[in-house]
C-alpha cells in the first residue's frame, strides 16, 4: 500500500467552524473529561448550555460576563479523537487558550490518588496525532499556561508533581511490561487524550495546559481504582474550582497580557 505523506496536501473536506447561531466564546476554555467533574464545574460556574447547530458528542456550556466574551466549558470527553474534535470546536468558536482537567493512573510510587499532575508532553499511543503534522522536534504543554497553574496551585498549598505522560487508545492494553519501562523512563502517568491535545494545539497556534488527577495506580501492577474515594472527590472539586477561578480572575490581568505560544 502506497504510504501517504501527511506534509503533502492540507486541503481538508471538513472544516471545523463557527456555525450560524452558535456563540463567540473568550480566549479562554475549559475541557473537561469526566462527566462527575463536568457537573461540578458547571455548577459551581452556574454555565448555560449552548446550543450547537450540528450533532457533536459532547456538551458545550458557558459563563456570561459582563464585558467581556463568555468563558467556554465542554465535555465530556474520552479519549484523542473526541478529545480533538472538542478542542476543534471550541479553537473554532474563538477559544486561544485551552485548559483540560481529566483523571489518570499512575506509574510512579510516589504519586497516588488523589494526586496531581501537570503534563508537560505525552508519549502518543494514539492514533489522531499523525493527522495533525507539525514539524517541531519537541512538542510540549504551553510553558506560560504550565506556570499560571503551578502558581495557582502553590498559592492555595495544592502539592503536584509536572513531566510527562504516556497516552493510549487502548485501557485494555496497559500492560505490565508497559507500566514498568514507561515508568522507568519517568513519565508520570497514564492517560487517554493529552498527546492529541499537545499536537493539535501546536498545530492551530493555541496554547495548551492540563491538570490531571489520579484516579487509579498501576505502578504495582495490579491495578487499583479509586472512583469513589473521599481523596479523588475532595481533589475534584478543588480542581475544578482552581481552574474555574483562575480563567475569571485572569480575564482581565495576566492572560491578557501574554500573545505569544509557548
Not at 504510504?3 to 473537561?32: C, H, Q, T, W, Y
Not at 499511543?125 to 510540549?140: A, C
Not at 491535545?197 to 498545530?203: G, M
Not at 487509579?216 to 469513589?228: I, K, M, V
Amino acid at each position: 500500500m502506497e504510504k501517504i505523506n501527511p506534509f503533502s496536501d492540507n486541503n481538508v473536506l471538513i472544516k471545523p467552524s463557527r456555525e450560524k447561531g452558535e456563540p463567540l466564546v473568550g480566549p479562554d476554555a475549559i475541557m473537561v473529561a469526566i462527566p462527575s467533574e463536568l457537573k461540578i464545574m458547571v455548577n459551581l460556574s452556574h454555565a448555560e448550555r449552548a446550543v450547537l447547530r450540528k450533532s457533536n458528542p459532547f456538551n458545550l456550556f458557558i459563563v456570561k460576563r459582563d464585558k467581556d466574551l463568555p468563558l467556554a466549558l465542554a465535555g465530556p470527553l474520552l479519549g484523542a479523537p473526541q478529545g480533538v474534535i472538542v478542542m476543534e470546536k471550541l479553537i473554532a468558536l474563538g477559544a486561544k487558550r485551552i485548559w483540560v482537567l481529566g483523571w489518570c493512573g499512575s506509574l510512579q510510587p510516589n504519586i497516588a490518588i488523589g494526586d496531581l499532575i501537570i503534563p508537560t508532553t505525552a508519549l502518543s499511543e494514539e492514533g489522531t496525532s499523525t493527522h495533525y503534522p507539525v514539524r517541531k522536534k519537541r512538542i510540549q504543554t504551553s510553558s506560560f499556561l504550565n506556570k499560571i497553574l503551578e502558581d495557582a496551585l502553590l498559592k492555595t498549598n495544592h502539592p503536584f508533581k509536572k513531566g510527562p505522560v504516556w497516552t493510549t487508545d487502548a485501557i485494555y492494553r496497559e500492560t505490565s511490561e508497559k507500566v514498568v519501562a514507561y515508568g522507568k523512563r519517568g513519565y508520570l502517568a497514564v492517560e487517554m487524550e493529552m498527546s492529541a491535545l499537545i499536537r493539535l494545539a501546536a498545530y492551530r497556534s493555541v496554547e495548551l495546559a492540563g491538570l490531571l488527577i489520579v484516579s487509579d495506580e498501576l505502578f504495582s501492577l495490579e491495578w487499583h481504582a479509586g472512583f469513589g474515594v473521599d481523596k479523588l472527590k475532595k481533589a475534584s472539586r478543588e480542581s475544578c474550582r482552581l481552574l474555574f477561578n483562575l480563567c475569571m480572575d485572569g480575564s482581565s490581568g495576566y492572560l491578557t497580557d501574554h500573545d505569544g505560544i509557548g
